[in-house]
């Protein structure tokens, strides 16, 4: 059985081949990382497994399904959520409510049982505030409960976003560069995080990262992707001290 | 401070914040009960209309406040009401089935104009609501056989099993509609619909990762917004009792969409005191044509300068020029509202001697990223 595959995936932009047959699997209960320098393709990856672009050539499996035919809202309902780069959240909300629309897919109320909050609707909604609340306790965030997203400091919001993809009680984590933008101490929380939401919480993680400290700290094995071509893979001393990624990094 | 003590995730869920806010309306709707033994005849059809009002406000408020989306076209749908209401009382349908019936109809309307919002944002979205609003003028000047076309059409008085509601009836009926309106429009926000439209209107590429389906929550909005307006119609068009096509003009949609920006674009309150305001500007500019000029006169004692003030403030445009003048001085100095303000009093008073003015200053961020759409 496949747990998670890309086969020969691409994707181009007019001339531009963002990424050019990229093949990889993932174990279940795994941390992936995905290298690379500016511009190799890693975001557009993440976007094209969470079918936000549309792939021109290839396809991507996830337990023996071929998700690349389904919608952007449908992969939070296959159990694969994920975090943005630039942070996504949505700003004029407070943390509690973000952390709810993650437990979107868990609801299944119909409009007319909302319009009229029928006790369906009232037991559900205690249902997604307790996982909501176990999510915050997990994550420290119980005294930004109520606090709007607009007022927050740029970590606390990285921390958030990985909270709101913890709502979704995802099997499969993307994370779009973690630690960017978040000083020394806060990195190093979220690489135990990682490692706990990983161990405890037995969830596989994707992870696109630069910061390469915590790369080898956390992750099982490592791509490094270069014009959208797979460089390398390995662990993490492995895929730093190969030839074609140092030449890349440094210039050859 | 007051501060609320939990003891479950119930507590939160409830109709109203606190027991204070139960009390607090309950006073109101009290009042309103009340008011057709307190004030004439004129104050109450002021009231009928705030009520009217209120209720398209906060249509607009769950589709642009909370949805996201514009539309400058709402007073077609409030036409819509009113001409499925002029039409069923002429045939005798009694009121308990078109009331509904208008909203559900409209509804459905509003969930067709919400298939192009799919595809459109922001302005170009509000041009094709705009776009839909003209057609629906046009169709209502033209289908003469159920519109009577720019003649108008008279409106039988409500009436309920044959007996008519009068004046007052048609007061508690509004009031029944309104305070409708508002539990729905609560539910809608406490629930996960609410949700999904606040998570479409920050960031649609995140709440499409959520799992929220954007185009069933987009039109579902529209819906909403649109079946809300229809039972406005059909009360607006009983109050009036005579309807025709430049009664739902253009001019009409802006003062909707005013409401939402004069009261704050996301809150029910704001909804409401927009209303108050926007029904507030007509006589207030009655009163102060016919006093000014007069005061002019009186202050440099020219008769000259009177005629002046008079004839210039009788120059046709001048109530929209007013109106550009309001909407700019709220978006410029007070783009939360008035509900914004009233949030802001209460804050001042509840931290009294610590309130910092920084508290609501708004944050500006520049890392939205656009890709995705």
């Known amino acids: 059985m496949t747990y998670f595959a890309l086969d020969n995936v691409s994707i181009q932009f007019g001339g531009l081949k963002a990424v050019d047959g990229v093949s990889f699997d993932v174990a279940k209960g795994e941390i992936f990382t995905i290298i690379g320098p500016n511009g190799a393709g890693k975001t557009t990856l993440f976007n094209l497994i969470s079918r936000l672009y549309n792939v021109t050539g290839g396809k991507i499996v996830f337990k023996d399904e071929e998700i690349t035919q389904l919608n952007a809202q449908q992969i939070a309902g296959r159990g694969i959520a994920r975090t943005f780069q630039n942070i996504e959240l949505f700003d004029n909300a407070s943390v509690l409510q973000n952390l709810l629309v993650g437990r979107h897919r868990h609801s299944t109320t119909k409009f007319w049982e909302d319009l009229f909050f029928l006790p369906k609707v009232q037991r559900e909604e205690v249902a997604h505030r307790q996982a909501v609340e176990e999510v915050m306790d997990f994550l420290r965030l119980q005294r930004y409960r109520d606090t709007l997203i607009a007022g927050l400091p740029y970590g606390v919001r990285k921390v958030v976003e990985v909270g709101r993809a913890l709502s979704i009680g995802p099997e499969v984590l993307l994370l779009d560069e973690p630690s960017s933008g978040l000083n020394v101490e806060e990195t190093s929380r979220m690489a135990e995080w990682i490692l706990e939401i990983n161990r405890r919480l037995g969830i596989t993680i994707l992870m696109v990262e630069h910061d390469m400290s915590l790369v080898s700290r956390v992750s099982d094995r490592v791509l490094a992707l270069n014009y959208g071509r797979i460089m390398a893979t390995g662990t993490a001393q492995e895929v730093q001290s190969h030839p074609d990624v140092v030449a890349a990094y440094l210039g050859a | ?373």
């Open chain 2, 1 to 373: 401070m007051a501060f609320k003590i939990r003891t479950g995730y119930e507590g939160d869920l409830g109709l109203f914040k606190t027991p204070q806010s139960i009390a607090s309306y309950a006073a109101l709707l009290l009042i309103l009960c009340a008011a057709p033994f307190l004030v004439g005849s004129y104050f109450l059809s002021q009231i009928v209309f705030v009520l009217i009002y209120t209720i398209v406000g906060i249509g607009l408020v769950l589709l642009s406040g909370y949805a996201g989306q514009t539309s400058i076209g709402h007073a077609a749908f409030l036409a819509i009401g009113a001409y499925i209401a002029a039409n069923a009382a002429k045939f005798g349908v009694p009121i308990y089935i078109y009331l509904p019936a208008a909203g559900l109809l409209t509804g459905l309307v509003g969930w067709l104009v919400g298939l192009p919002a799919l595809r459109l944002h922001g302005i170009y979205l509000a041009i094709a609501t705009f776009a839909f609003a003209l057609i629906v003028e046009e169709i209502l000047a033209r289908w003469e056989t159920v519109t009577h076309g720019n003649e108008g059409l008279m409106v039988k008085p409500a009436a309920l099993f044959g007996k008519p509601l009068g004046e007052w009836g048609l007061y508690y009926l509004c009031i029944l509609v309104t305070v409708f309106v508002v539990v729905i429009a609560v539910n809608v926000i406490r629930s996960p619909t609410g949700r999904a439209f606040l998570a479409l209107r920050d960031s649609e590429t995140a709440a499409r990762s959520m799992g929220v389906d954007s185009a069933r929550y987009k039109t579902f909005a529209f819906a909403l917004s649109a079946g809300m307006t229809g039972l406005a119609g059909v009360l607006y068009a009983h109050k009036l009792s005579f309807i025709s096509p430049e009664m739902f003009t253009l001019a009409l949609s802006i003062e909707f969409v005013m409401i939402i920006i004069i009261g704050g674009i996301a809150s029910l309150r704001g909804a409401a005191l927009g209303a108050v305001f926007m029904i507030m500007v007509d006589p207030l500019l009655v009163l102060v044509k016919d006093k000014l000029p007069v005061a002019i006169g009186a202050l440099t004692g020219s008769a000259a300068a009177q005629d002046k003030a008079s004839v210039l403030l009788a120059t046709p445009g001048v109530k929209s020029l007013i109106f550009g003048l309001i909407i700019i001085f709220f978006i410029i100095y007070e783009p939360m509202g008035l509900d914004g303000r009233w949030m802001k009093m209460k804050t001042w008073f509840r931290q009294f001697p610590f309130y910092r003015p920084a508290t609501f200053r708004r944050q500006k961020m520049y890392l939205k990223s656009e890709r995705g759409r």
